[in-house]
Structure formats: C-alpha cells, structure tokens
C-alpha cells in the first residue's frame, strides 16, 4: 500500500467518525443502557439515595421514639415492617438507616481513592525504589484478611460511626493502590505522555493532566463495588458492636439486637438484613454493568 | 521444587515482620495508656508505674517490639490480661475449631461454586445461566451474619434439625459452615463461569468436539482443567475472606474459636491476646497463599518453579 493510499484511507475513515460523533462516553452509555443488570442496579441506587435524601418526608414515624405500648408488633398496616423491642417503628429506623449505610460507604471508599489512587500513582509514575516501598508496604496490608484489619484498626480507635468510615477506608487502600499503579504502567510510556514531558510539562502536570484521566474507568468501575464491600463490612463492624452505637438506626446494629427476639419476633433481625442486602445488591450490579460498559475485558 | 518452596520461605519472612510491626504498632497508638487498664482504674501512680516496669512500657518502643518478636521466636505471645493464662496456649485450644469452619466452608464454597458455575457456563445467556448469577450476586451481597441467622430461624428454630450453637460436635459446624461458605462460593461461581467460557472458545475444545469426544468429557476434562488457575487463586483468595467472616460466623454461632476469641479479647480490651490472634490469622492466612501457588505446578504442568 502506497502512501497516497494510507492516507486517503485515514481521511475516509476521519470522516466517517466525524459524520457517526460517537465519543467513547457515549457508546460507553449505550453499551450501559443496553445492559438490564446495570439499569436495575442504577435505578435500586438512585431509589436508596433518594429514601436516603428524603429520609424526614417519607418515614412515617420518628426512628428513635419510643413507644412502650407496641413493642414487637409484626408487620401490620400501621406498621409496614413492625415494631422493635422499644416499640420503634421499624420502616422508620430502615429509611433513616440508609443514610448512614451509604454515608459509611461513600465516605469510606472516597478515603480509599484518595489515599489509594495517590499511592499507586506515585508508584507506578516514578518506578524503582519509591514503587518498591509503597507496593512492599501494600502488600503487608493484603498479607491481613480484609475484615479483620478493619476490625483491629477499630478496636485501637474505638467504635463508632467515624472511626468505621476510617477503618473502611484504610482496608481498601490497598486494592485501589494496586488497580492505579497498573493503569498508570500501562499509559505511561506512550508517546503522549513523552510528548507532553518533551514540552516540559512539570510531573504534577503531567500526572493529573495526561496520566490520571487514562486510569479514570477501573477507578469508577472498582469504586462502585468497594462501596458494596464498605457497606457490608462496616455493617458486620456494627453487628459486632464495634460500629454506630444505640440508639442510632444502623442496619447491622438493628439486626444484632433483634437476634435476642428471634425466636418471638423474627422480623427484628430478618429485615434490617434484607435491606442491607438490597443495598450492597444495588452496588454490585451498578458496578458489574458499569465494568461491561467501560471495558468488557477489564479483570476486576 | 525443593529450592522454589524455600526461596518462597525466606520471602515469607519480610511480610510477616511487615505483619508483626504493623500488628504492633496498631496496638500501641491505643489511646490511654495499657498500664492503667491493668492495674486498675482507682490504681495510684506508683502501682501504675510498677506494671509499666513489670510489662517494660516503660522501654522505647523499638525495644517493645525487639522483645515481642524474641518472644515470637519462642512462641511466647504474652499473656493474657483477661485470664492471665499465655495467648499462645489460649490461641491453640481455639484454633482447631476455627480450621475446621474454615475447611469445611471450602468444602460447601468449591461444591456449590463450582457446581453452579459449570452449569450456568454449559449453556451461557439461557434461562439457568441468567438465574444462577442473578442468585449468585444476592449470594455475594448477603451479610454472613444474617445468613447464618437465617438458616438458625429455619433449621434450629423451627425445623429443630440442628442445633443453633456450640462447637463440640460435628453437627454443631453444619449451619456455620453453610452460612460462611455459601457467600464464598457466590464469588467462586461467578469466576468459575468466565473462565470456563474464556478456554471453551479456544481450538483445542473445538478439536475435542470434531474427534467426537463426549460434551461431559470436554466439559470437566479438558475444559474445567484448564480453567483451574484462576479458579485455585480465587480459592486461595476466599480462604482469607473465609478467616475474617469466622469471626461474625463463630459469634453467631457461639463456637468456641479464634475469631470469637478475638471479639471477646477487643470487647475486654485484652491488648496482648488481640495482637497474638490478629498476627496468627494473617500468618495463616500468608501460609495459606503460599500453599496456593505451590498448588499451580500441580495443576499447570506448564508452569515451572525456577
């Protein structure tokens, strides 16, 4: 092939994408829009944030009142979910509970990135010794099975709700680290980037302008499903009595206490599970739609 | 071989000093200092300083750690303030319960997981396929604990099959073992599937199916073996997975474990049994990993240790 007839070729082909103006965002959206998996999980996400938002207009009844007169009352029409042993209505404490599932889990995974995504940046941009350390550093936080390192950080800090959101995120570091220092490697010794260095762009330049928005998807995709895991793990924490503390309505905690009822009042602990369930659900299916429409081939 | 397995020795030893410093200084940044705790809260400053001496808190912290890790060495992981009985001797009476949970939830993850992921990759984008996985994420979205609940409510408490905790009896491990391998195997199924359906494209299954080999043959023969790596790392990967959900497992259930153990411990403030079982976890679980990539060679011959 001639050199006339290259170039004849990428013209028509120039013109070709110019005529369909499909950006990659925009076949990204298709591709998410055609997946079913995907929109349940969008739509499940946008309801629980909007139940999370809207908290004080929908729950019908006051989430920590007590009211002595009706504990343990099965679902009834008064009582969509029942009540508790104080009596509190428990779709209540379900609608106010969301707020801090997915606050824990947002702000725990945004710990995560930030630290994460920085760590693995460095890492993978400047090589030899710096990588070295930080990865050596990464692996020994791996070398801890997940959970029981955000155990032991709450057990030094203290239950409660900040010192979760602070565990949750510490434990991630690592996998985040991981997913950017790879992304990172894999553009950055492509011509742009040497491009950009060749006109004396400065590193900090270089790394938020040029190399960051190469390793934007993995981050999105592995964010939406570590705030799956955040959402699950900070519930066990809570479960465990290591996470927000009574009389606050967190899930995990609504289900600890209903255990002592099971026999009597099963609905106390059966359905704070189920709404955990459905949330992390949401996630999961958000970010497994999210992974297929990035990039089908990405190992997450 | 020989030299592989020990080269990967030594290089277990960097990452669990990693482990042991960072075990140790978690602990140590507790606010409040330990001493007080032990000695008592109306304790006067003298007696606090005399079990700061008794305990060497009073040393700079390297010193601290160089001590801990003499101890190690010896198997001495300190004593327990809660029963004063040594960590090491409290860890190893708890220990054979949690393997056992742990082993036989591998059991239930790699039957279940891999069953339901055969299936569903036989025939992929048919009405089995789709529910299996659409099961599989309620599977991995479901928390252990409630789970285990669960089946309590169903076996225990209104079927009075079995029974709803303890550990003595290989009965008493059937519903744990479920609970905590079940969430597993959801993972397992999943990543059986995609790597099934990566090998059955490829030439060497279409060569199978022109001679005329049977489907079950290609299937669980040539297929299935050559969708094992990933399959084993994931296994490996799990079993840590596998550790931290006892601890939710073992309080559910009230089995007399390591992971209950380290509930309790926190719960006391037992600062020299959290640290003891904390690092004896992740030891187990840094073994496990090696024992994982041993196992590749087995399967892969292909893969070569040198």
Redesign the interface.
Known sequence: MSDTDVSVQVATQAAEVSYQRRSPWASMLRRFRKNK?ALVGFWMVVVFVGIAVFAQAIAPYDPIEQNMDVILQPPSADHLFGTDEYGRDILSRIIYGSQISLMIGIVGVLISVVIGVGLGTVSGYFGGRTDMFIM??M???M??????LA???V??L?PGMVNVMIAIGIFSVPTFARISRSAVISVKNKEFIEAAKSMGASHARVIFKHVLPNSVAPIIVLSTMRI?TAI?TA??LS????GAQPPTPEW?AM??TG?EY??TA?HV??I??LA???M??AF??LG?GLRDALDPKMKL | MLGYIAKRLLQMI??LI??SI??FI??H???GDPANLIAGVDATAEEIQIVKERLGLDRPLYEQYGSYVMGLLQGDMGKSLRSDRPVAEELLTRFPSTIMLTMLSVVVMVLVGLFAGIMSAIRPNSMRDNATM?VS??G????????G??L??VFS?YLQWLPSGGSTQLKHYILPAIALGLSSSAVLARLTRSSILEVIHQDFIRTARAKGVREKLIIYKHTLKNALIPIITIVGLEF??L???A??TE??FSMNGIGRY??QS??FRDYPA?QGS?LF??AI??IVNLVVDLCYGAVDPRIRYD
């Open positions: 998996r050596r550093i692996d020994i936080f070398a801890f099975p997940s959970f029981l155990l032991a950080i057990s030094v203290g799956a699950l519930s066990g479960f465990l009595g290591m995990g289900l600890s255990r099971l026999r099963p602990s059966t704070p599970g955990i369930m459905f992390v659900l999961n299916m497994d | 960097p990452t990693g482990v960072l075990c978690i602990i940044s507790v606010p659409m994420l309620f991995i979205s479901m928390p252990v604990f409630w789970s609940i669960m309590i409510l408490y840590g997975h550790l931290g959900g601890v939710l309080t559910v380290i509930i926190i719960q959290i904390i976890v992740a679980f840094v």
